[in-house]
């Protein structure tokens, strides 16, 4: 099992900028792909961005490329989520989730492990 605990959410103006980050537990961080989702009310979990066991391979969904940033520290068990220039469209529940696939995915399905989540609130 591997648990998984996001913070760093809040309330930001448009324009504004919020890091997340999600602490692991439980097996060993550096066998897993990471990836993070978000949630609307009303909407499907989306894919945003997702990273290899090692930090070299990267994947991001279009609508956050240049403006978030993915990055994971392995000493730590930690990923991270910097979110630049944020828009009111980026207000969702923001989860973490890890996967033994063995390249980042945007496939929510492969993932096995999934935090409770951080809220992002994007409002003037």
């Known amino acids: 099992q591997v648990q998984l605990v996001e913070s760093g959410g809040g309330f930001v103006q448009p324009g504004g900028s919020l890091t997340l980050s999600c602490a692991a537990s439980?097996?060993?961080?550096?066998?897993?792909?990471m990836g993070w989702f978000r949630q609307a009310p009303g909407k499907e979990r989306e894919f945003i961005a997702a990273?290899?066991?090692?930090?070299?391979?990267?994947s991001y969904v279009d609508f956050v490329k240049g403006r978030f940033t993915i990055s994971r520290d392995n000493a730590e068990n930690t990923v991270y989520l910097q979110m630049n220039s944020l828009k009111p469209e980026d207000t969702a529940m923001y989860h973490c989730a890890a996967t033994s696939r063995l390249i980042p995915t945007s496939n929510k399905y492969a993932y096995s492990y999934w935090g409770q989540g951080t809220q992002v609130t994007v409002s003037s």
């Open positions: 439980g097996r060993t961080f550096s066998n897993y792909v």
């Open positions: 990273i290899g066991r090692t930090g070299d391979s990267l």
